[in-house]
């Protein structure tokens, strides 16, 4: 019997575009940085295509991996792909794209469940204990990839997770009267008790927040990019956690160019209906970055000579989803509106350009 395919739907369309973007800067940054060996793991690696005929995450990886390794002689990376289908598993094997690699790229494909898979891989990451691991962790459902399984993979500096998290999923089951279900959403939640989501006003959100707590404890940098499914339902959200501030940045970028209002977001619902009437589509939205002008007046109030690079470096690293260009945008209108004032200690003369905020300027906010 041949490996069953699936349609690629907007919200999965939306995922790939994510990872594909992150992992296109990520393999390359570490390889200009001088890394020497990268690991990508791709716990629930799927067939490796859709019926659609769109590539799957691991072909993905793997495309990325090896456009640096040709670009970069002394990078290597391994990829890890597992699945407990073997059918999909056999399916990913003849994709020309995982046949032909790169002679530095290994790819090492393991049939069998994510979280018994685990620890051949730790033995793996020891004997690699400096190299850069990205995980992705994108089940069906909830219940496979437990939170003490997760921290395993976050093994050194440079190690990074995005997990596809069924929060929707989770809450209609979260009373289940069976408790082996319940018990996996405690192993989920890295919790006994399920009370506080039970009880609360907002479980599908107290569950991502209490995920997102749980990240927090393994890498300072986390960001939820929320899905909404085609009837406007918050079924899942994917969470990045890493500790490096470059991460951050480029994942934020590759969640905005999938959201480009808010940065955080996607809803097949909204995307669907934009379609069928016409409307304006995800890709001619502008940013919504008028929040970010109160953040920055409440953080250096009365400050005077801020470095722009200060600032940029703290939108990066301390708020939500907002990146530099944001900050070039609202540092213009606060600017305009006379609440900064600025001055160039490298000044030619010349007149600044509207939006052009080079890192040396130094600001005072009023
Ligand atoms: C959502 S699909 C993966 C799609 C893929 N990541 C992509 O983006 O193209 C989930 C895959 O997980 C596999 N799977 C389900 N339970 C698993 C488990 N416990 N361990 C490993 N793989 C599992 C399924 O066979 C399926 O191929």
Redesign the pocket.
Known sequence: MAAKLWPCKPR?KA??EI?SGYLAAWFSILAAKGFQHAIYI???????KYSTGEE???VIAARHANSTAQKYPNFKATLIF????PK?LEHLATIDAIKKQHPNIVIEIKN????DEIDGILDYLKKNPNSPTFS?V???GFG?SPFEKLKLLMHNEHSELFI?FWCGYMNRFKEHEDEDVTQKIKEMMGSDNLDAFINAADPIGALCKGFEANLKTLGKYTLKFAMRDEGNIRDNAFFFCGRQPRGFEKIKEAMWRIDPEHGNAFSAHTELKAQTSGQVSLFDKQPHTGGLSSLLINKFSHQSNVSVETIFKWVIEETDSFLPTHARAELERLYEKGSIAYHDPQSTGRKRRANDWPKRLLITFK
């Open positions: 999965t995922k790939l990872v791709d716990g629930f690696c799927g067939p490796g799957g995450s691991p597992i699945d407990e289908d999909a069998g469940k994510f979280s992705f994108d089940p069906f496979q596809n």
